[in-house]
């Protein structure tokens, strides 16, 4: 009785240790997803900072991604049991083989910030919500994968969603930005397209994710420094006041950070959850952060503007657990096919 009444106790410490450790994360992930928007926002539209320079502000983050990786890379060498995290190296075979990744990597943060710079925080989450949508044609298109019925009325009720949004955004802000929208349009695209490809290039730096974002963030730095030029934000930076304020320096440092932080708590997240889980807590982040931004930015918006987001919202979760269902049926049926078929290949 004294052993049970022991593991008993045990077993209770240890479902509170992980429900403890499952909030730490998702508060994490929360906390981390929604200041890196907001912080962005800042940097790339205050008119504290006055700085019309979105490339620029990309590739400072970039850099700060880069010396973060090779200073895990140190680490995770020294001390193995912290991380899976790669060596800081070099190769330029690597890089070259990565290059096709990167150059719609260069895509996906450069349309993102623009997306920020251009439209309201409140906005964002609608701005670039077809990532979805895209991520099922692009699915059928490369990867000749079948869609539902189920999937495509979750993309149709988001696709409505998105035009509602735009449509009430425009009457709402009364200028509203289609250069911004066509940026959370493209930006969506990128990301659609680099979690395809992803799969591609991942044997080219060992299956490990960290080394494929260190080779990622070197070619994107190598790109987007001519692009500066090219784009003409010499001027802006030659204009800029604060290049001595310390205060500036940090903002940018903390952006980096949490762009390389992001990704690890998502992928802790997943793991400490469920993708589906994951998924949820995405959502009713995405929530919370646009009420969050109609509050601090002083913002009154009108209820089909607020049902254009739950449309967007919900049809992105619906979304979710379809494909969660539809994996499970398809996992179930490789089991029974693997079963019912012996060695020689032959059904008995």
Known sequence: MASSGTEAQMARASLKSQWIRIALVVTAYWVISISMVFLN??????????LDAPLFITWTQCVVSVILIAALGFLGDKYPNIDNFAP????LTTALAVLPLSIVFVGMIVFNNLT??????????????????FNVVL???ILTQTVSMAVLGCCAVIVLGFWLGVKEEDKSVQNLSIFGVVCGVLASLCVALYSIYTKKVLPSVSDNIWRLQLYNNINAVLIMLPLIFVMGELPALRMFEHWAELYFWLLLVVAGVFGIAIGYVTSLQIKVTSPLTHNV???AKACAQTVLACVIYSEAKSWLWWLSNAM?????AAYSYVKMNEMKVQRTLQILDDVESPVGGEKK
């Open 116 to 133: 920020l710079k251009f439209l309201g925080v409140a906005f964002y989450n609608v701005g670039r919500s077809l990532t979805t949508v």
């Open 312 to 316: 967007v919202l919900m049809g992105s």
């Open 139 to 141: 699915s059928y298109i």
């Open 281 to 283: 807590s995405g959502t």
């Open 88 to 91: 800081a190296e070099f190769k």
């Open 41 to 50: 926002k800042y940097l790339l539209s205050s008119s504290d900072l006055k």
